[in-house]
């Protein structure tokens, strides 16, 4: 078959061409497999991770430089006793 006999009556043969190319594209974005750099369980773990770790260094910033104590003392156990026993003195 030739493009005339495919090409239907109404559209010119540029027309055509610019249809026939946009299928062609949207054949080869379906076709397109996409190969992930970092897989997802990985990128949930680096969210996580990033989380603690911001959490932490906040408390000592926190406990250190804006309460004036030493900033290492944000991560005791003894603190956070102490702090619990306020919040729960009624």
């Known amino acids: ?11 010119s043969r540029s027309q055509y061409k610019k249809r026939k ?12 497999i996409r190969v992930r750099l970092i897989p997802i369980w990985l990128r949930v773990v680096l969210v996580l991770v990033a989380i603690v770790i911001s959490v932490l260094s ?12 030493n900033p290492f003392d ?7 006793t102490h702090i619990v026993d306020l919040v729960n003195k009624k």
């Open 58 to 69: 906040g408390l000592i910033v926190g406990y250190g430089v804006i309460g004036d104590g």
């Open 1 to 11: 078959m030739t493009e005339k006999e495919i090409q239907p009556k109404s559209e």
């Open 21 to 32: 190319k946009i299928e062609e594209r949207r054949t080869a974005r379906r076709e397109k």
């Open 74 to 80: 944000a991560l005791s156990k003894s603190t956070w």
